[in-house]
């Protein structure tokens, strides 16, 4: 079964850094874009950042000079890496991850993390 799970979330300080990291794992033949998305308390889930297998990287304004996004794909994994930190970022942060089980590729989320920025 293929599954994305992410770890890393918190309670930070504003100012604060938090590093969240996502797995890929199960059976499958190619894992494509990988991504994180946000989605604060009454909002819509919004993108953050994606990087393709070959390390290109797209960002959105939210995430621009703050947030990193960066892969292993030996370990298939996906990082995001967040620093100076505010409470506007306190949000459930969830993985996205393209993969092709032999079918083409299906979006595959992950549960989510909390991060929540506070004082």
């Known amino acids: 079964q293929v599954r994305v799970v992410e770890s890393g979330g918190g309670l930070v300080q504003p100012g604060g850094s938090l590093r969240l990291s996502c797995t890929a794992s199960?059976?499958?033949?190619?894992?494509?874009?990988m991504g994180w998305y946000r989605q604060g308390s009454g909002k819509q889930r919004d993108l953050i950042a994606q990087i393709m297998p070959d390390g290109r990287t797209h960002y959105v304004d939210s995430g621009k000079g703050r947030f990193t996004i960066s892969r292993d794909n030996d370990k298939k994994m996906v990082y995001l890496q967040m620093n100076n930190l505010a409470p506007g970022d306190t949000a459930v942060y969830l993985c996205?991850?393209?993969?092709?089980?032999?079918?083409?590729?299906?979006?595959?989320w992950g549960q989510g993390t909390q991060v929540t920025v506070s004082s």
């Open positions: 199960g059976n499958f033949r190619a894992l494509h874009a």
């Open positions: 996205w991850a393209a993969i092709d089980e032999g079918r083409g590729a299906d979006d595959y």
